[in-house]
């Protein structure tokens, strides 16, 4: 029982970190976004090029 509290206390702790940390990569989503935006065009337009 001892042992399991402390080890309780750095699993909340990592908890916290992790909600940070994917709260940061939600900002992150609609760069992404854009970007593969982007790169569908991009594929479109070199095979219209290619014509493919």
Same mark, same amino acid.
């Given at each position: 029982m001892n042992k399991a509290i402390p080890i309780l206390m750095a699993v909340q702790?990592?908890?916290y970190k992790i909600k940070e #940390?994917?709260?940061?990569m939600r900002e992150d989503i609609p760069g992404y976004v854009m970007q593969f935006r982007?790169?569908?065009? #991009?594929?479109k337009a070199i095979k219209e090029r290619l014509g493919m």
């Open positions: 702790e990592n908890i #940390d994917t709260s940061g982007q790169m569908q065009a #991009d594929v």
